[in-house]
């Protein structure tokens, strides 16, 4: 059973800060890419930043300059740090990951698309 846990948002002032978190656990045996999307309501979900492995990152104009994303292999965790936050930025900020498994009974390995619950972001005076 493979996990994604996101952590870090809230309510905050329009100019300000917050950082997400996103950890991966459970059955794993590699991550590929990993990423943030958005949604906002009456919107469809749109990407935000994603990262590779090696962490080469891509950054959505309407965030370049604003977001940084990065991550920790060893701990299976990606990051989504936001400055300058503005209320368009509010949304529920969705983890993703490409996760590599074990299949036991097939004697190999797979890779799956996995996605967190979610974690709402609310910019606002």
């Known amino acids: 059973q493979v996990r994604l846990v996101e952590s870090g948002g809230g309510l905050v002032q329009p100019g300000g800060s917050l950082r997400l978190s996103c950890a991966a656990s459970g059955s794993i045996f590699s991550i590929n890419d990993m990423g943030w999307y958005r949604q906002a309501p009456g919107n469809q979900r749109e990407l935000v930043a994603t990262?590779?492995?090696?962490?080469?990152?891509n950054t959505a104009e309407a965030v370049k300059g604003r977001f940084t994303i990065s991550r920790d292999n060893a701990k299976n965790t990606v990051y989504l740090q936001m400055s300058s936050l503005r209320p368009e930025d509010t949304a529920v900020y969705y983890c993703?990951?490409?996760?590599?498994?074990?299949?036991?009974?097939?004697?190999?390995?797979?890779?799956?698309?996995?996605w967190g619950q979610g974690t709402q972001v609310t910019v606002s005076s």
């Open positions: 993703n990951a490409d996760i590599v498994i074990w299949r036991g009974t097939y004697g190999d390995t797979a890779k799956y698309p996995y």
């Open positions: 990262i590779t492995r090696g962490g080469s990152a």
